[in-house]
Each structure stands twice: as C-alpha cells, then as structure tokens.
C-alpha cells in the first residue's frame, strides 16, 4: 500500500495504533481524550494481571486502570494518540 497525500500535496503514510501495554500504560487517558474516532477505552487489569471491563460491583479487584483497544477498525493512524503519551506504552505501524 502507498502513502496518502495530505491536503498540501505531501506523502503522508499512516501508523496505525496496534497495541497497548498494560504493564507501562497508566491510565491517564490522555490518549482517549485526543482521539476522536473511539478507538480507546478505560479497561481495569485485576490481580491475576488481566486485562477487564470495569465493573462497579468488581472495583476492589481491580489493582490499576489502563488504556485499551476497543475498536482497532476505526484508527485512522494520525497519531495523536502517540504524541500526547507520557509513558510511551503505544505500538504503532504501517497497514499491513
């Protein structure tokens, strides 16, 4: 797959958001707030380590909140998300 050109003429290839790491990720939610697509969402990691919705009724099993990839489809690969990160827990790459 080729580039994209952007409004000015230039190549633009995009990087797709393709992971979150919940062992670095700290749920600050910097990420969501710039993305406009709803790619994002806050998850709770309980204490065997895995990665759950958040539950009212589940909330004292819950050990940290982070970020995770609800809808991988709707990235558009503009990068905002990576940019405003202050934990660097995002991989990003060219469609495959």
């Not at 050109?5 to 958001?17: K, M, S, V």
């Not at 993305?35 to 990665?51: A, Y």
């Not at 919705?53 to 982070?66: A, F, M, S």
Request: hydrophobic letters at 35%; one cysteine or more.
């Amino acid at each position: 797959m080729t580039g994209f050109l952007t409004r000015g003429g230039r190549e633009w290839a995009p990087d797709y958001l393709m992971s979150i790491d919940p062992e670095v990720c700290i749920g600050c939610g910097r990420c969501f707030k710039v993305c406009g697509r709803d790619v994002m969402t806050l998850k709770g990691v309980n204490e065997d380590g895995d990665v759950v919705d958040l539950d009212d009724d589940d909330d004292d099993e819950i050990e940290k909140r982070v970020m995770a990839i609800t809808d991988a489809d709707a990235c558009i690969g503009c990068g905002a998300c990576a940019r405003v990160c202050p934990t660097n827990c995002q991989t990003h790459a060219a469609a495959a």
